[in-house]
């Protein structure tokens, strides 16, 4: 429905002094501070996972080598979705409103479209551990069973999650270290990204001060001296969490797998109805959003 003389009629008389867009400052986006943001160049993308080579066989004197070949993995198909809105004013109400409100709504129709940014590429987080929203080993983000490709004999099963989940605390943050140290790639060999960050919910900001920057080891009255300091984790707040109980602990963003995709970023237009001179006011964007692999990260349900 087009904005009408009738339905803002008070924008038409000149009782008022001012009229205020109600609507805070904006946040900031905050999802290109925590994974890469690139351009998708096909869609739908389909990304196929290779496993590498076991460790080297023995070759006794004389014998042939043993033969081996990398192994295919899974396989995760990414499908932008596109999302859009107008605003109509007919041509009366453009040519008799008496503020600027009209004016804000270029502003306001942004200010949508860089939330539902924010809203979809966060989703990736609040769903982490639900096994409805797999990767490439047809599990959750965060599980404490991901299978493995090819893994060698003997490779325990991967987890990235404790069991049972533990709070932000110093004892989840050194165990989280703990699982950053033991990290096996698809074969079973050592692999490891350094842990550079957590993940918080607005709730822990004064936890995550005490177990990330006091030199003194929090709760306790023995003065401890707090390890966990010598890490350097830096720790980035998510207004978007579902839960403000759960967090994560992540490698940096160039280590990180996980991405936010531009098919089509943001395009503002603007026309005149041709039938009814109504001012038609247009925005649209489209982007997809994934991750594949698991080890860059570590989480808890808290």
Do not use: C
Request: charged share 20%; no cysteine.
């Amino acid at each position: 429905m087009p904005i009408t003389r009738g339905g803002f009629a008070n924008l038409l008389t000149t009782k008022f002094q001012d009229v205020v867009f109600d609507v805070g400052k904006e946040l900031p986006l905050e999802y290109i501070h925590v994974m890469k943001v690139t351009k998708m160049e096909i869609n739908p993308t389909l990304s196929l996972q290779m496993a590498g080579l076991p460790p080297l066989f023995a070759k006794p004197e004389g014998t042939q080598f043993r033969n081996s070949q990398p192994t295919q993995g899974g396989n995760l198909s990414t499908v932008a979705t596109p999302f859009g809105m107008i605003v109509e004013i007919t041509r009366e109400m453009f040519r008799d409103g008496l503020y600027d409100v009209i004016q804000q709504i270029w502003r306001e129709m942004g200010r949508s479209a860089r939330y539902i940014q924010d809203i979809n590429a966060w989703s990736m987080f609040n769903n982490a551990m639900s096994n409805s929203f797999p990767g490439y080993d047809g599990v959750s983000l965060v599980n404490t069973n991901h299978p493995l490709v090819a893994p060698i004999p003997g490779t325990p099963v991967q987890a990235n999650r404790g069991s049972p989940d533990v709070g932000f605390s110093i004892t989840g943050v050194q165990n989280a270290r703990f699982r950053f140290e033991t990290r096996k790639n698809q074969t079973g060999l050592p692999t490891f990204q350094t842990p550079r960050r957590v993940i918080i919910d607005p709730q822990n900001i004064y936890i995550a001060r005490e177990v990330l920057g006091s030199s003194a080891k929090p709760y306790t009255a023995d003065n401890e001296g707090n390890a966990v300091v010598a890490d350097d984790l830096g720790w980035q707040i998510s207004h978007y969490f579902t839960s403000t109980t759960q967090w994560f602990m992540a490698a940096s963003v160039r280590e990180s797998d996980m991405e936010f995709m531009w098919r089509d970023k943001p395009e503002e237009n603007s026309f005149d109805d041709p039938f009814t001179s109504n001012a038609a006011y247009t925005m649209y964007e489209r982007f997809a959003y994934r991750f594949r692999t698991w080890q860059w990260v570590d989480g808890s349900t808290g």
